[in-house]
């Protein structure tokens, strides 16, 4: 069992950054791929960036490449976000998710998620 607790949302202006981070509880932390997702209002959920258990390996969504970046400290049991260049169409709740297998864009492969956090972008 993991169990995920993200952090880090809140109110930016656009073009304005913010981190997120997702602690995960559990021994095997180190075992799972790490993702993060975003549900904006009626909208369906999309895949935001992924990274492999060992950190060597990252995916990104299109729209978020060059801004945002995925990392993960596995001593601390933690999986970081960086958003930078934040614009207005990245408000939504974010989700961080495990699963077991390698990273993936889509949401099936987790086994695992947040209760997630709100980020809102002012234009």
């Not at 993991?2 to 997120?20: D, K, T, Y």
């Not at 958003?83 to 864009?105: I, R």
């Amino acid at each position: 069992q993991v169990q995920l607790v993200e952090s880090g949302g809140g109110l930016v202006q656009a073009g304005g950054s913010l981190r997120l981070s997702c602690a995960a509880s559990g021994r095997t932390f180190s075992r799972y791929a790490m993702g993060w997702f975003r549900q904006a209002p009626v909208k369906e959920r999309e895949f935001v960036a992924a990274i492999s258990w060992s950190g060597g390996s990252t995916s990104y969504a299109d729209s978020v490449k060059g801004r945002f970046t995925i990392s993960r400290g596995n001593a601390k049991n933690t999986v970081y976000l960086q958003m930078s260049s934040l614009k207005p169409e990245d408000t939504a709740v974010y989700y961080c998710a495990a699963g077991s297998g390698w990273p993936s864009p889509s949401g099936e492969s987790y086994d695992y998620w947040g209760q997630g956090t709100q980020v809102t972008v002012s234009s």
